[in-house]
């Protein structure tokens, strides 16, 4: 805020550039713009003088006008961008928590699903959306709640955290002439399946940026990071790409598995202390094992025992472990799959749930997701 200022703007905060982390600790709330680290106590306009020549506000008359770009049949659907929920910009510091990308943990766009089955689209597969300015990938998520002829992406994957999710790079150059915004809530997009060979996924202690990669993305976890990949190459094309990303440096800590048709693959990376440092996951799409336990190991670096390494090369856990689903309370880590099954042994409501799980009792951001589900369970009962 105080870049090229000068003065110029009033927004600069400039005065705590140099913030120590123990200022921090104790910082007080104030009154917001103040350029150095004094109180003041008067409210920005509060005396009725604005930041132009005569000291008076100025109003902007403007006209509603139609989008700069209308859908056609090259570009059919409308695409909206904006937040999540757990989300804060491009994820530079939520990005590394692993309970706020628990929720959302790869970009994705939310399509309605007449619009999904249009484009013969189902939930995970991985799609490319191109607008006349330029194409982004992302997994499809088919969403009751979006729009038809709608599509919406998020804003916040970068090229830290995805091969090339950015949304900015699907934004139509045309600029609001009064506020300078770009049209970032409505460019028309079309959106196709990407044919995939093959899917992966890393578990690693490492911070990565992988190359070479048709898609991939990455998310925070206890002890790590889980990279998921995707490639248009056969699987055994992929496996050799994907084990390029271990980072073993002897020969003997690695424990490795390739089946019999050399398409499915798993490898585990041990370190000195006898406990998982990385594993890999390399198969057809749609075959990948589940990964819940392996990705548990990260956090907790237990030695393995015989049976874990076993476990480990098999691609199942060696203990029963239901995969929770995809985690909708972040706050507790309770996934749409125990969700479902509490509704189903008769958690008929909100209240309920949350008796039985703890889910939607803190923040509350999952509650509308929670009712979805049991209104969704209900439904089904009812047919
Ligand atoms: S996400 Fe906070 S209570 Fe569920």
């Not at 992966?200 to 070479?212: A, F, K």
């Not at 693959?265 to 819940?292: C, H, N, S, T």
Request: aromatic fraction near 6%; charge should be neutral.
């Amino acid at each position: 805020s105080a870049f090229e200022n000068g003065g110029e703007r009033l927004f600069d905060l400039g005065g705590f550039a140099d913030l120590t982390d123990e200022d921090y600790s104790t910082f007080a709330p104030r009154l917001w713009p103040t350029s150095d680290r004094g109180e003041h106590q008067t409210r920005l306009f509060g005396d009725g003088r604005f930041p132009t020549p005569d000291g008076r506000a100025r109003f902007v008359a403007v006209r509603q006008e139609a989008t700069a770009f209308s859908v056609d049949a090259d570009y059919p659907l409308a695409l909206n961008t904006g937040r999540l929920r757990d989300q804060w910009h491009t994820m530079t510091r939520t990005g590394n928590v692993p309970r706020l990308m628990a929720n959302v943990p790869e970009p994705a766009v939310d399509l309605h699903p007449a619009d999904a089955a249009a484009r013969h689209l189902k939930d995970g597969d991985l799609a490319q959306l191109s607008t006349r300015f330029g194409f982004v990938r992302a997994r499809v998520r088919v969403a009751d709640s979006q729009r038809r002829g709608h599509a919406f992406l998020p804003m916040h994957w970068s090229g830290q955290f995805a091969a090339r999710a950015a949304a900015g790079l699907l934004s139509s150059p045309v600029t609001d002439p009064h506020s300078g915004q770009p049209e970032l809530k409505h460019v028309p997009v079309r959106i196709v399946r990407e044919e995939t060979g093959w899917a992966g996924v890393l578990i690693t202690r490492r911070d990565l940026r992988p190359t070479g990669f048709v898609h991939w993305s990455r998310h925070a976890v206890d002890g790590g990071w889980v990279y998921e990949l995707t490639g248009t190459e056969p699987p055994d094309q992929g496996i050799l790409l994907a084990r390029k990303l271990l980072g073993v440096k002897r020969r003997d800590q690695l424990l490795e598995y390739t089946d019999r048709r050399g398409l499915a693959y798993r490898a585990a990376a041990i370190d000195d202390g006898g406990a998982m440092a990385e594993a890999l996951l390399v198969a057809a799409p749609d075959q990948l094992p589940a990964r819940d336990w392996l990705v548990s190991l990260l956090a907790t670096r237990q030695k393995l025992s015989t049976a874990d390494r076993h476990a480990l090369l098999s691609g199942r856990s060696p203990v029963p472990m239901p995969p929770i689903g995809r985690v909708v309370c972040a706050c507790f880590h309770v996934g749409a799959n125990q969700i479902a099954s509490a509704v189903a042994s008769g958690c008929d409501s909100l209240e309920a749930i949350g008796e039985t799980l703890r889910a939607g009792t803190n923040c509350g951001s999952c509650r509308s997701e929670i009712r979805a589900i049991i209104g969704a369970r209900q439904v089904q009962a009812a047919e």
